[in-house]
């Protein structure tokens, strides 16, 4: 008998929307007691931004202007809060080849236990202290890049205006992929909240029974 991998369509579709089965298969789940937040400061260019975003940003780098550090700042004076990397793509700008300028560190507590020194996002940050409710409850709130909050989703909008979505492995987060397989938790669960921040209740939803009828099936 054939295996569920061989069985399940390697392609889904909801409305312009192709997703890579791997979404509803694959299992996620960020370990910040393990990685302390290193997709912030790894890789070689900054976070994905359309030009909307960066216009979000802009409005927002006073909030935030103290938190950031002094390289950082620098790094903004002189060039902005995004650039065009080799690519061709808009990116958030980077401080000496890979920290995103909106790089902070503070303590946070992550399942009762304290987790210090924690690589974070500025701009969430700043967004949940003064209510983490805010982030669920306005879907249209601009919390960060949607590149950054998808993540290990990656997302490629082509010229006809379809939607790709792409399951994407790296190895600083092999912590992530044992978490969610220890907590059976697929990557389009543990996304719910910027899914729906990108595609809408309604989107996921269909997402949801998609899957759902997939596993009934006995395709999961």
């Keep these: ?21 791997e979404i509803l298969t694959a299992e996620f789940c960020c370990d910040l007691e393990v990685c302390k937040g290193a997709c912030c400061v790894e890789g070689d260019a900054g976070a994905p931004v359309t030009l909307d975003e960066v216009m979000q940003i802009e409005d ?21 809060v995004a650039y065009t990397d080799e690519e061709g793509d808009l990116v958030t700008s980077i401080v000496g080849g ?4 909106f790089t902070c560190y503070d303590d946070i507590n992550v399942d009762g236990q304290t987790v210090r020194n924690c690589c974070l ?17 306005h879907s249209s709130l601009f919390v960060k890049p ?7 989703i990656r997302e490629k909008t082509f010229s006809d205006g379809t939607v ?4 994407h492995q790296w190895s600083v987060c ?21 899914l729906i921040r990108r595609f809408g209740e309604a989107w996921y939803q269909e997402l949801c029974d998609v899957a759902d009828d997939l596993r009934r099936q006995g395709y999961l």
């Design 121 to 137: 996002c500025a701009l969430e940050r700043a967004i949940r202290r003064k209510n983490s409710s805010l982030v669920t409850r």
């Design 1 to 21: 008998m054939a295996g569920v991998e061989e069985k399940l369509p390697p392609i889904l579709q909801i409305e312009n929307v192709l997703i890579s089965s």
């Design 98 to 101: 890979k920290d995103c300028v």
């Design 174 to 194: 092999q912590c992530a992929r044992d978490k969610g397989k220890a907590l059976h938790l697929p990557v389009c669960q543990f996304l719910k909240e910027p």
């Design 146 to 152: 949607i590149s950054c909050a998808l993540y290990p």
């Design 164 to 167: 790709a979505l792409n399951y």
């Design 60 to 80: 927002r780098v006073d909030e935030v202007w103290n938190d950031l550090s002094a390289s950082a700042q620098a790094v903004i004076d002189r060039q902005g």
